[in-house]
Antibody, heavy 118, light 109 residues
Framework: EVQLVESGGGLVQPGGSLRLSCAAS????????MNWVRQAPGKGLEWVSY????????YYADSVKGRFTISRDNAKNSLYLQMNSLRAEDTAVYYC???????????WGQGTLVTVSS | EIVMTQSPATLSVSPGERATLSCRAS??????LAWYQQKPGQAPRLLIY???TRATGIPARFSGSGSGTEFTLTISSLQSEDFAVYYC???????????FGQGTKVEIK
């Protein structure tokens, strides 16, 4: 059974940093591309960042470019999102999502809430 | 940037009735379109990918159609567990970005 478990969310002040983790199991993690997707309270879904299976190719949404860094450790079956210079508008539930053969997301974690507030 | 527009924003349907949800892309995404269901407090769940292929374990009452810029998700006979928010998502453009529609809430009439 595929499982994705996010952790690392919490309350942080504007300008602060946070590192999210996503522990994967039930599939060959090193073979699959992964995304981070977020959802602000009461709002829709917004793609945040992509990483290829090897970690060699990375993309970011314009809203987080230069502030967030995605990475993965295939030996530890883990995905990460380092978030710096956090703003109030980054407040959201952050989901890690496994990508299917094409660009859809076939499995999602339960999400971790990040709240940026003073 | 490809913009995805869903309609209606809210759809009121009685159990057992048919629900038809629409999703329009601002430019062609071929058949690179997925549909997700999200219930309150839960993560999204993949329903349809490739515009019309049901994901594993998804009941046959869910069907997707369309290509290019116009897509439809049909729920043939709404069950109580189907009342939720539905999102479409494109995965076509280059450099890759993944854009979602704003969602359609299916509520009990």
């Amino acid at each position: 059974e595929v499982q994705l478990v996010e952790s690392g969310g919490g309350l942080v002040q504007p300008g602060g940093s946070l590192r999210l983790s996503c522990a994967a199991s039930g599939f060959t993690f090193s073979s699959y591309e992964m995304n981070w997707v977020r959802q602000a309270p009461g709002k829709g879904l917004e793609w945040v960042s992509y990483i290829s299976s090897s970690g060699s190719t990375i993309y970011y949404a314009d809203s987080v470019k230069g502030r967030f860094t995605i990475s993965r450790d295939n030996a530890k079956n883990s995905l990460y999102l380092q978030m710096n210079s956090l703003r109030a508008e980054d407040t959201a539930v952050y989901y890690c999502a496994k990508m299917g053969r094409d660009g859809y997301h076939d499995y999602w974690g339960q999400g971790t809430l990040v709240t940026v507030s003073s | 940037e490809i913009v995805m527009t869903q309609s209606p924003a809210t759809l009121s349907v009685s159990p057992g009735e048919r629900a038809t949800l629409s999703c329009r892309a601002s430019q062609s995404v071929s058949s690179n379109l997925a549909w997700y269901q999200q219930k309150p407090g839960q993560a999204p769940r993949l329903l349809i990918y490739g515009a019309s292929t049901r994901a594993t374990g998804i009941p046959a009452r869910f069907s997707g159609s369309g290509s290019g810029t116009e897509f439809t998700l049909t729920i043939s006979s709404l069950q109580s567990e189907d009342f939720a928010v539905y999102y479409c998502q494109q995965y076509n453009n280059w450099p890759p970005t993944w854009t979602f529609g704003q969602g359609t809430k299916v509520e009990i009439k």
